[in-house]
């Protein structure tokens, strides 16, 4: 099968090349200077009488195909030009070059404003029209994504409202950095660049099968004005303890070469609290964990894109950074028996750190096959991130009127080092004709996994290995894939029909324990948009998809808070999959309606496991979950008055869950619903001054075998625009009430355990944010080739 891949590609290639090998009439259009003239309207009436339309492109270059034999009229037309007509006979390939004349009197400028709607749906994915919303203006990209619906930020994490954490892309090419790094590069960019942000609920065949929560596009504004353009921003947070961000990004084009960087760092501190209660028959434990983390975390980017022709662009790029982390943490915990009196008490303190770096590298190669975009994509890519975890702790037993027990301090340090290196490479062809577009394509990934886990005892002064808990672990996963999608219209009704293929080989040795695993896997895409009416929009779609584990859940490192305690990864964790149907109406671009439904199968999730003999506790990721999830969501965008506009979403959603493993409940299940308010203030007719108050709620729902409590969030802003909206400032309030808490509990063993968090989201943040240079410099699209097994590794 892995030998057919590469066949299968090229004769589909062959194919589609033979299909363009018909009759077509081309040409080039100019000026009386000889300059390429662009959208030039060109009107084509063929031997049978059909009439085709179409414009120049940049060159000033035009293409028909399917025309008709016999007698032919073409018209060139456009505004400041006198319009053109020739006639001829039309046999075989015909090429019309011509030269148009500027009118005697021609306007000094003319404007024409066309309003997107502020929504669209698409055949595969709903557009969020930035540049039409008022809740966009002096935001960065971050902030920005809070406001679309259905999309939920917290604590800098993007998720889907009922689904989960999702992919990021800008300009179709996934954002390959780890959650830190990621969160400053969006805060880099400001909302000013974007044109539109695209949620891919349902993700067609052309991208990756991996991940059950879809994708997020972010597409930048593109114009053709040469120049160089650049934003430099900082940001300081004030949660328990101060953190500051400082970061930009930089572009410049001239002639054929394009160059672009970042450069952005992140220092600081947080202090999450966690709370757990365990009630053992006759005991309960409480454990309290007070935590400081500590991050320095600087990344940065270099590429550079050539347009060798006009068809051609090459591109090469560098990505790197490294975090260096390390924490300060007391875990207390309390022995309390029966009669609610404290027995012992077994305190703990701990000190981690963690060393992490990445580089990747992408070669990349867009070639036209003409000026109707057919084209062919090449992609070459290279990841390798390495890490060091090194976590000292001790032990220290006492009595509950708060003796210690003799002999009970004992001290202990685990280390890991892993070492993840991957190579990729991807082809894609696109091919749209007149009544059809179809595109395919093929990828080939090699991943290799090392990590080297170590566990010591203090003894005599001397820390001593346990071989009981150590590990050598080597994991390597291979996957070749196909793809081909067809998109057709017809009238009102929108047609996407895809297949994808993948087949992947699988080893990893752990204690002496090899797990092979080969499996072939298809992942079918279909949708159907119907356009009723202007106001009406209906849509169906439905999508198989795949959840491979990220590499460190499959790292046996073990991370304890005390002897009794610990996490640990799964070396022989297998993917999840699932299959997604969604049913959506869209009424006056300003209530989106949707009603879905997911099955999961295989799925995995941290389980802690409770052992009332030992009273150990051992979480760690295993396959167990089979779930359903129903949703029917309601989005509304809408100004109540002029100065006001706001984003309001309310979902309701019932999950069910059920267990193959005997230590956890059989099935559990539950309603659960969000509701969330957005709204902004223009508080001045210059629109340089906003206001914004926003606000969301959680109720209990059923997550997995977990049964959340109910949180919120209440948040305040002002923002204000200066230096002819160049310098954007602003002041935010997050969590003003300090209720934005997870809390949740479960059932293992029998054993009842409750959960209380808190990640330090009580914030005030200041933000400064200058634009400069050129702020039309084109943006030239680009896609890398790694985007599902680069995302793994965070």
């Given at each position: 099968?892995?030998?057919?891949?590469?066949?299968?590609?090229?004769?589909?290639?062959?194919?589609?090349?033979?299909?363009?090998?018909?009759?077509?009439?081309?040409?080039?259009?100019?000026?009386?200077?000889?300059?390429?003239?662009?959208?030039?309207?060109?009107?084509?009436?063929?031997?049978?009488?059909?009439?085709?339309?179409?414009?120049?492109?940049?060159?000033?270059?035009?293409?028909?195909?399917?025309?008709?034999?016999?007698?032919?009229?073409?018209?060139?037309?456009?505004?400041?030009?006198?319009?053109?007509?020739?006639?001829?006979?039309?046999?075989?390939?015909?090429?019309?070059?011509?030269?148009?004349?500027?009118?005697?009197?021609?306007?000094?400028?003319?404007?024409?404003?066309?309003?997107?709607?502020?929504?669209?749906?698409?055949?595969?994915?709903?557009?969020?029209?930035?540049?039409?919303?008022?809740?966009?203006?002096?935001?960065?990209?971050?902030?920005?994504?809070?406001?679309?619906?259905?999309?939920?930020?917290?604590?800098?994490?993007?998720?889907?409202?009922?689904?989960?954490?999702?992919?990021?892309?800008?300009?179709?090419?996934?954002?390959?950095?780890?959650?830190?790094?990621?969160?400053?590069?969006?805060?880099?960019?400001?909302?000013?660049?974007?044109?539109?942000?695209?949620?891919?609920?349902?993700?067609?065949?052309?991208?990756?099968?991996?991940?059950?929560?879809?994708?997020?596009?972010?597409?930048?504004?593109?114009?053709?004005?040469?120049?160089?353009?650049?934003?430099?921003?900082?940001?300081?947070?004030?949660?328990?303890?101060?953190?500051?961000?400082?970061?930009?990004?930089?572009?410049?084009?001239?002639?054929?070469?394009?160059?672009?960087?970042?450069?952005?760092?992140?220092?600081?501190?947080?202090?999450?609290?966690?709370?757990?209660?365990?009630?053992?028959?006759?005991?309960?434990?409480?454990?309290?964990?007070?935590?400081?983390?500590?991050?320095?975390?600087?990344?940065?980017?270099?590429?550079?894109?050539?347009?060798?022709?006009?068809?051609?662009?090459?591109?090469?790029?560098?990505?790197?950074?490294?975090?260096?982390?390390?924490?300060?943490?007391?875990?207390?915990?309390?022995?309390?028996?029966?009669?609610?009196?404290?027995?012992?008490?077994?305190?703990?303190?701990?000190?981690?750190?963690?060393?992490?770096?990445?580089?990747?590298?992408?070669?990349?190669?867009?070639?036209?096959?003409?000026?109707?975009?057919?084209?062919?994509?090449?992609?070459?890519?290279?990841?390798?991130?390495?890490?060091?975890?090194?976590?000292?702790?001790?032990?220290?037993?006492?009595?509950?009127?708060?003796?210690?027990?003799?002999?009970?301090?004992?001290?202990?340090?685990?280390?890991?080092?892993?070492?993840?290196?991957?190579?990729?490479?991807?082809?894609?062809?696109?091919?749209?004709?007149?009544?059809?577009?179809?595109?395919?394509?093929?990828?080939?990934?090699?991943?290799?996994?090392?990590?080297?886990?170590?566990?010591?005892?203090?003894?005599?002064?001397?820390?001593?290995?346990?071989?009981?808990?150590?590990?050598?672990?080597?994991?390597?996963?291979?996957?070749?894939?196909?793809?081909?999608?067809?998109?057709?219209?017809?009238?009102?009704?929108?047609?996407?029909?895809?297949?994808?293929?993948?087949?992947?080989?699988?080893?990893?040795?752990?204690?002496?324990?090899?797990?092979?695993?080969?499996?072939?896997?298809?992942?079918?895409?279909?949708?159907?948009?119907?356009?009723?009416?202007?106001?009406?929009?209906?849509?169906?779609?439905?999508?198989?998809?795949?959840?491979?584990?990220?590499?460190?859940?499959?790292?046996?490192?073990?991370?304890?808070?005390?002897?009794?305690?610990?996490?640990?990864?799964?070396?022989?964790?297998?993917?999840?999959?699932?299959?997604?149907?969604?049913?959506?109406?869209?009424?006056?671009n300003t209530l989106t309606s949707t009603f879905s439904f997911s099955n999961t199968t295989n799925g995995f999730i941290d389980v802690?496991?409770?052992?009332?003999?030992?009273?150990?506790?051992?979480?760690?990721?295993?396959?167990?979950?089979?779930?359903?999830?129903?949703?029917?969501?309601?989005?509304?965008?809408?100004?109540?008055?002029?100065?006001?506009?706001?984003?309001?979403?309310?979902?309701?959603?019932?999950?069910?869950?059920?267990?193959?493993?005997?230590?956890?409940?059989?099935?559990?299940?539950?309603?659960?619903?969000?509701?969330?308010?957005?709204?902004?203030?223009?508080?001045?007719?210059?629109?340089?001054?906003?206001?914004?108050?926003?606000?969301?709620?959680?109720?209990?729902?059923?997550?997995?075998?977990?049964?959340?409590?109910?949180?919120?969030?209440?948040?305040?802003?002002?923002?204000?625009?200066?230096?002819?909206?160049?310098?954007?400032?602003?002041?935010?309030?997050?969590?003003?009430?300090?209720?934005?808490?997870?809390?949740?509990?479960?059932?293992?063993?029998?054993?009842?355990?409750?959960?209380?968090?808190?990640?330090?989201?009580?914030?005030?943040?200041?933000?400064?944010?200058?634009?400069?240079?050129?702020?039309?410099?084109?943006?030239?699209?680009?896609?890398?080739?790694?985007?599902?097994?680069?995302?793994?590794?965070?």
């Amino acid at each position: 099968m892995q030998k057919l891949f590469p066949v299968i590609v090229f004769a589909l290639i062959i194919i589609g090349l033979k299909v363009q090998a018909q009759f077509k009439v081309t040409g080039e259009i100019k000026s009386e200077k000889n300059v390429p003239k662009q959208h030039i309207s060109i009107k084509l009436i063929d031997g049978g009488g059909k009439t085709n339309y179409t414009q120049s492109d940049s060159l000033g270059k035009y293409s028909f195909t399917n025309i008709n034999v016999g007698e032919c009229v073409i018209t060139f037309s456009a505004i400041g030009f006198q319009t053109l007509k020739k006639t001829f006979q039309f046999t075989g390939d015909t090429i019309i070059n011509i030269q148009l004349k500027e009118t005697a009197n021609t306007l000094d400028e003319v404007q024409i404003n066309s309003k997107k709607p502020l929504f669209e749906k698409k055949i595969d994915r709903t557009v969020f029209n930035v540049e039409n919303s008022i809740a966009a203006l002096g935001t960065d990209v971050l902030e920005l994504l809070s406001k679309v619906p259905g999309v939920r930020v917290m604590n800098d994490q993007v998720s889907l409202v009922g689904k989960g954490n999702v992919n990021l892309m800008i300009n179709d090419k996934l954002i390959q950095l780890s959650q830190d790094d990621l969160s400053n590069y969006l805060k880099s960019i400001s909302s000013d660049q974007i044109s539109k942000i695209e949620v891919i609920t349902n993700p067609p065949a052309k991208y990756d099968a991996q991940g059950n929560n879809g994708l997020i596009n972010i597409m930048l504004k593109k114009v053709t004005v040469e120049g160089f353009k650049g934003t430099i921003n900082t940001v300081f947070t004030q949660a328990k303890h101060p953190t500051a961000s400082a970061g930009g990004n930089f572009s410049c084009r001239k002639d054929k070469i394009t160059l672009y960087s970042t450069l952005n760092i992140r220092k600081g501190s947080i202090v999450p609290f966690e709370q757990s209660n365990v009630f053992y028959p006759l005991q309960t434990w409480n454990v309290v964990n007070k935590d400081r983390n500590f991050r320095t975390v600087p990344s940065g980017s270099l590429g550079m894109d050539y347009q060798r022709s006009p068809k051609t662009l090459l591109g090469l790029s560098y990505n790197g950074g490294l975090t260096n982390f390390h924490s300060e943490e007391n875990i207390k915990t309390s022995v309390i028996n029966i009669n609610q009196l404290v027995d012992s008490v077994l305190n703990s303190d701990a000190n981690a750190k963690i060393r992490s770096r990445y580089h990747s590298a992408n070669l990349y190669l867009k070639q036209a096959l003409d000026s109707t975009g057919k084209q062919i994509t090449f992609n070459a890519d290279w990841f390798k991130l390495g890490d060091e975890k090194e976590r000292f702790f001790n032990n220290q037993s006492y009595l509950g009127n708060g003796s210690s027990i003799p002999h009970s301090f004992a001290e202990y340090l685990s280390t890991s080092k892993q070492n993840i290196e991957l190579y990729t490479v991807k082809a894609d062809v696109d091919l749209p004709f007149k009544d059809f577009k179809v595109s395919f394509g093929t990828k080939f990934s090699f991943i290799n996994n090392e990590s080297d886990v170590n566990f010591f005892r203090k003894q005599n002064n001397i820390f001593e290995i346990d071989d009981k808990q150590s590990n050598l672990f080597n994991y390597r996963e291979n996957t070749q894939a196909a793809y081909v999608n067809l998109n057709r219209i017809i009238k009102k009704w929108d047609f996407q029909l895809g297949l994808r293929a993948e087949y992947t080989q699988i080893e990893g040795v752990s204690l002496g324990e090899k797990n092979q695993n080969n499996y072939f896997q298809m992942f079918p895409t279909f949708y159907t948009v119907y356009r009723s009416s202007d106001k009406s929009i209906w849509s169906i779609n439905y999508g198989r998809r795949i959840n491979r584990p990220a590499y460190r859940k499959l790292n046996p490192f073990r991370w304890y808070s005390n002897q009794y305690v610990y996490t640990e990864g799964n070396p022989f964790l297998q993917p999840s999959y699932n299959n997604n149907i969604e049913f959506s109406h869209i009424y006056k671009n300003t209530l989106t309606s949707t009603f879905s439904f997911s099955n999961t199968t295989n799925g995995f999730i941290d389980v802690n496991f409770i052992d009332a003999n030992t009273n150990t506790q051992a979480s760690r990721p295993i396959n167990f979950i089979t779930g359903y999830n129903y949703q029917f969501s309601n989005a509304v965008v809408f100004n109540p008055v002029k100065k006001w506009q706001t984003i309001n979403q309310f979902d309701v959603f019932y999950n069910v869950s059920k267990s193959n493993i005997v230590q956890t409940q059989d099935e559990l299940m539950g309603f659960g619903a969000y509701f969330s308010t957005l709204n902004q203030f223009t508080l001045n007719q210059s629109k340089t001054f906003f206001a914004d108050v926003n606000f969301w709620y959680q109720f209990p729902a059923v997550d997995g075998l977990n049964e959340n409590r109910s949180q919120c969030n209440l948040d305040f802003g002002i923002k204000a625009l200066l230096l002819n909206k160049k310098l954007q400032l602003s002041l935010n309030a997050n969590d003003v009430l300090k209720t934005n808490k997870y809390r949740f509990s479960s059932l293992i063993n029998n054993i009842k355990q409750d959960y209380n968090n808190y990640y330090d989201a009580q914030q005030l943040r200041f933000t400064a944010r200058f634009n400069f240079g050129n702020e039309k410099i084109k943006q030239l699209e680009r896609k890398a080739g790694n985007e599902e097994e680069r995302r793994r590794s965070n």
